[in-house]
T-cell receptor
């Protein structure tokens, strides 16, 4: 069966510090991978998605970046955090090739980031 | 760009009531539509997925319908229970991504 792991679960960082959130998927190959952010009381905002190693699409211009160094690994980073980066970050995956798959999205448990 | 709206933003009902949550979207050229449940501080749990060629899906007390032409989906919850209290999110799939509504926060009172 497929599983998705996301860490750390909770993070408190000072303004200006770097960030690295990691997400890995097990039990499938070449998944589509996604990073979403959920601000308090708001819906999910798509930040990045990837359909393959080294292929990253950015949805929102900001001081965050994403990388996919391995097939089932997706990393969200920042060189200098802002107060506005606080939120709940969720990684998700879906089977590739929507022509033959349902496109169902599966989520990790999330990482709560507080920037002070 | 796809816009997804969920109404109402919050809903409180007594236990046992049947209820309907609404989701609307602006671009009818969708690939699929997925309903999720989110408990406070947790990730999202998939409830139902409707493919663009389907009209509805059912799982237990849940039934989701899709009307692409009007850009609408509904999630029907029968015989609500306190354990159904959570935020329900609708997500619409286009191309390789999914766009989310802001959710409906449901409270079922015992």
């Amino acid at each position: 069966s497929q599983t998705i792991h996301q860490w750390p679960a909770t993070l408190v960082q000072p303004v200006g510090s770097p960030l690295s959130l990691e997400c890995t998927v097990e039990g499938t190959s070449n998944p589509n991978l996604y990073w979403y952010r959920q601000a308090a009381g708001r819906g999910l905002q798509l930040l990045f998605y990837s359909v393959g190693i080294g292929q990253i699409s950015s949805e929102v211009p900001q001081n965050l970046s994403a990388s996919r160094p391995q097939d089932r690994q997706f990393i969200l980073s920042s060189k200098k955090l802002l107060l506005s980066d606080s939120g709940f970050y969720l990684c998700a995956w879906a089977y590739p090739d929507r022509g033959t798959n349902t496109g169902e999205l599966f989520f990790g448990e999330g990482s709560r980031l507080t920037v002070l | 760009k796809q816009e997804v709206t969920q109404i109402p933003a919050a809903l409180s009902v007594p236990e046992g009531e049947n209820l309907v949550l609404n989701c609307s979207f602006t671009d009818s050229a969708i690939y699929n539509l997925q309903w999720f449940r989110q408990d406070p501080g947790k990730g999202l749990t998939s409830l139902l997925l409707i493919q663009s060629s389907q009209r509805e899906q059912t799982s237990g007390r849940l039934n989701a319908s899709l009307d692409k032409s009007s850009g609408r989906s509904t999630l029907y919850i029968a015989a609500s229970q306190p354990g159904d209290s959570a935020t329900y999110l609708c997500a619409v799939g286009n191309n390789n991504d999914m766009r989310f509504g802001a959710g409906t926060r449901l409270t079922v009172k015992p």
